[in-house]
Every structure is written in C-alpha cells, then in structure tokens.
C-alpha cells in the first residue's frame, strides 16, 4: 500500500502525473486535462455540457460535520420508536429494528432482509467508512486502506434507501391512520431530518476523495 507515496508531485512518475492531471466526462467520456479552477467555479464538458469537476479540494472538510450529524440522527432513528399506534385502546409501538424482526417473524424474510440492508446496513456502512477516512484526513493523516475505503464508499452507496423506506412509512401511515390512531415518534422526526443530512452528505462526489492523494500529507 505504499502506492500512496507515488503521488503527482513524485518526479519517480512522470507518466503518472501525466495521468492525474486527466479527467473523464463522466456523461460521454471525453477527456480534458484538468485546470486550475478557483472556488465556486465549475469545469463543463465542451461536447456535452455535463459538469466535468468544480474547485473541491478542500470539500471534505465540510464533509466531517455532516457525517458525525448523520451517524448521531442514525442511531436516534434506530433508538426510539418509528410510530405508535393507538387500536381501540391496544398500544403498539415500534423501532425500525422491531419491524425488521417482526418482518422476519412474519415468514417475509426476503423483506426483512432488504430492510435491514437498505435502511440500516448500507447507510450504517457507509457512515462508518466516511468517518474512517475523514478523522484522519482532517488531521492531515493518510488512513489505511484508502484506496479500498473509496471504492467500498462507491459501491454501498447505491444499496442505501434510507428515502424510499421513509416514503413507505409515510404511505403505510396514511392508509393505517383511517384503522387507527398514529402517532408519529421520534425516530420518525430524525428519519425525516437523516433523510435530508443523508442528500447533503450524498451530494459530494467521493470521486472528489481520490484528489486527497494528490497533496497527501507529508
Ligand atoms: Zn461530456
């Protein structure tokens, strides 16, 4: 893992500097040699008009807040109850983890499995790995790993659906509420909250991460 040390500065690999300096379209794979670019400019593609990359170098820094956010509306969504249903004076409550093993109790075990997976696995995973790499990027550290942490980011993040279960909620709760009385809980106010934290956190590019390599730190 020491390839992290061969960087664009690195007068080892001028082939490879070469290489960094490129960027791909990401709509129609034409490819430019990246420019300098100050803040709060954007590099648009010639051909297709796509976004080719904006000034971001420093991007992840503004990543760290929304993830220790996240992970904190994550773990009170999983904490408290989701709803609590009032039929004819019988109390029922429930977390998610609750419907995820009533699911399962069910005989619905493929459901519960995507569940647990989409809403709970997927976005936990990749919280997690967030917070991995961006603890010590902002103590200008290399973590381990990078490289496999950025592709794993990559690859789990389209599994998470935080958003589409929160629709399903919401949908199932306006059909139940004409049987019975629902009250929305906690976790249902911060699911709604993650769901918005989760869309700013999702709009970084993590293509962004690999440019960290290329001003690694000494
Ligand atoms: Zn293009």
């Known amino acids: 893992m020491n390839e992290t040390a061969a960087t664009a500065s690195d007068p080892r690999h001028p082939e490879r500097a070469e290489l960094d300096r490129l960027v791909a379209c990401e709509y129609c794979d034409a490819v430019y040699r990246r420019m300098p670019i100050s803040p709060g400019e954007r590099a648009q593609c010639v051909r297709c008009g796509g976004e080719l990359y904006h000034e971001s170098r420093r991007a992840y820094r503004r990543l760290l807040p929304l993830v220790v956010t996240a992970l904190i509306l994550f773990i009170v969504s999983n904490a408290y109850p989701i709803v609590e249903m009032d039929l004819r004076g ?35 995973t990749e919280m997690l790995m967030m917070l991995y790499l961006l603890v010590p990027m902002a103590e200008n550290r290399m973590p381990r790993g990078f490289d496999r942490i950025v592709r794993g980011i990559r690859q789990t993040r389209p599994w998470g659906m935080i958003e589409v279960f929160m629709i399903g909620v919401l ?35 993590p293509r962004d991460l690999w440019r960290y390599l290329e001003r690694p730190p000494r």
């Open 90 to 124: 019988v109390r029922t409550q429930t977390t998610l983890w609750g419907a995820v093993q009533a699911l399962y109790a069910d005989d619905m075990t493929l459901v519960a499995v995507l569940v647990f997976a989409t809403t709970i696995l997927f976005p936990l």
């Open 171 to 205: 949908v199932s709760l306006v059909k139940l509420s004409t049987m019975a009385e629902v009250l929305p809980g906690i976790a249902l106010w911060s699911f709604g909250a993650l769901v918005v934290v989760l869309a700013a956190m999702l709009s970084f590019d």
